[in-house]
């Protein structure tokens, strides 16, 4: 019987696309994989997300896509996490997890046929069921290897009776295997007190994450080389000393497979498709010439009027090309609600887009963002520092500009200015407003500067290396096939 194993994405854009990629890695192995979904999203563009899961349904036949019953319960507006989404959103996945129970045992026969589940590391209580059931259970991180060293350290950072980390603002905490990182770039709920309902129910969280079978990351392991190394101690749990807030309980830490960059093994990665505008505009345009402006499914909806007016007067003062996705602001009202059309002439200066025709080109919504970014006229990438845009950077060989703004996309932003160099940070983002002046300076620092060509040549050779994971003898491919074996050859109740 062909072995079958269950993937459980998220509810964003962000995390659901990766975990595909993973299927296709899973079926290139000859696995049958089936996905579970939740029929909810945390993206403001419904529409958007409802066609990407549709699209990645029609792109994969040999895959079997299972909706569980819908349970009425609409998340908070989201706009970059906060304490009532992350209560709200554990406390859902707990409420599916019958349905997801459900449709395990509907399998024939029940469970032997299912040979692993993973979930997304955000719907971890999911793992429940899986042990329940006796199948191995793995948790799936859509982000990086360094922001997992965060939070599995988190509870031995903190000593008994010190203040919440918010009290604590840019003082730098040591991680092993992190650049120091500022306390106020923390996930926003780690910053609440630690006697607050949210910081334990966070702390919950990684303990579950960490009672995995073990743990996959989509990212590769030269460029993170000393966070895989301080997760591959499986005593990282320990607090150093003894001490610390960990509460006695002493875990070993599960096995990490780095298996990333997944897009790099997926037969998928935004294959066949008709030729958006975009990129017939880029055809036009000199090599590495472009400055490609977006930040995410959720980010470039968070952008005020007034800032959206100091990038446009920041990039025409460049004087550079450049490509730019723009979303109307969400209002905190209309959040959950499908976004309305952007009014470019009311959002953007009086006379931007003539004074900019040519040499300018203003999106609405969304674009294929593999594709630009590997088109060979885009020079430089402006992101919010999500990990599948960093991935997808790296890959194209494109010096990055950080603009942080929810998530874990401040450790991040931190891991690609100081521990990878292939950013630099917009100074701003802090305070709210990322001035004109400021998009100025850094687009030439980047297009212009000695600088931006070290950047570019460190970027570079990170690309190669993620090319190299995949293949024969890499890392990645390495990892993989150790995940595969360990999930072949563990002992759990239903094999025995």
């Not at 192995?29 to 990407?52: F, K, R, S």
């Not at 610390?244 to 498709?273: D, F, I, K, N, W």
């Not at 709210?432 to 600088?451: F, I, P, Q, Y």
Request: one cysteine or more.
């Amino acid at each position: 019987m062909q072995k079958t194993i269950v993937l459980y994405p998220g509810l964003a854009v962000s995390h659901f696309v990766p975990m595909m990629q993973l299927a296709d890695a899973l079926l290139a192995q000859g696995y049958a994989v089936a996905v579970a979904l939740i029929d909810l999203t945390l993206d403001h563009d419904a529409a958007l997300a409802a066609a990407v899961r549709d699209a990645a349904a029609s792109a994969k036949p040999a895959v079997t896509f299972h909706t569980l019953p819908r349970i009425n319960n609409n998340p908070p507006a989201f706009t970059g996490g906060g304490v009532d989404f992350l209560l709200w959103y554990s406390e859902m996945v707990r409420r599916y997890n019958e349905h997801l129970r459900e449709f395990l045992l509907s399998s024939t026969p029940p469970p032997r046929s299912v040979h692993a589940v993973v979930v997304d590391a955000l719907s971890m209580e999911a793992l429940d069921v899986a042990k329940e059931l006796g199948v191995p259970g793995y948790t799936f991180y859509a982000t990086n290897a360094s922001a997992l060293a965060v939070f599995v350290q988190l509870h031995s950072i903190r000593a008994e009776n010190q203040p919440s980390f918010r009290e604590l603002g840019d003082t730098p905490l040591d991680f092993r295997g992190v650049p120091p990182m500022p306390a106020s770039h923390l996930f926003v709920e780690m910053l609440e007190h630690p006697e607050s309902e949210i910081y334990k129910a966070l702390m919950s969280m990684m303990r579950r994450n960490t009672n995995a079978d073990g743990i996959l990351v989509n990212t590769f392991a030269s460029l993170e080389a000393r966070a895989v190394e301080a997760l591959g101690d499986p005593q990282i749990l320990f607090p150093p000393g003894g001490g610390g807030g960990g509460g006695g309980e002493r875990r070993m830490m599960p096995p990490v497979y780095c298996v990333g960059p997944l897009a790099a093994a997926s037969a998928a990665a935004e294959a066949v498709q008709d030729k958006h505008e975009c990129l017939a505009w880029l055809d036009t345009q000199p090599e590495r010439s472009v400055v490609f402006l977006c930040f995410g499914s959720i980010g470039a909806a968070t952008h005020s009027e007034e800032q959206l007016r100091e990038i446009a007067v920041g990039l025409e003062r460049s004087g550079h090309r450049f490509l730019w996705v723009v979303r109307a602001p969400v209002l905190a009202d209309t959040a959950r609600l499908s976004p309305c059309e952007p009014d470019l002439d009311a959002l953007l200066p009086d006379g931007f887009a003539e004074r900019t025709r040519g040499r300018g080109l203003v999106v609405k919504h969304w674009v294929p963002q593999v594709a630009v970014l590997r088109h060979k006229a885009t020079g430089t990438f402006v992101t919010h520092c999500g990990w599948n845009s960093v991935l997808e950077g790296i890959a194209a060989g494109l010096p990055m500009l950080c603009w942080p703004m929810y998530a874990e996309q401040k450790m991040n932003k931190v891991f690609m200015v100081e521990e990878a160099r292939v950013g630099v940070e917009m100074v701003g983002w802090k305070q709210g407003t990322v001035k004109a002046e400021e998009v100025e300076a850094k687009v030439r620092l980047v297009m212009e500067s000695e600088d931006g060509e070290q950047l570019r040549a460190r970027v570079a050779a990170h690309r190669d290396a993620a090319e190299m994971a995949w293949k024969d003898g890499g890392s990645s491919r390495a990892a993989f096939a150790q995940f595969l074996s360990d999930v072949d050859n563990i002992e759990t109740p239903c094999r025995n």
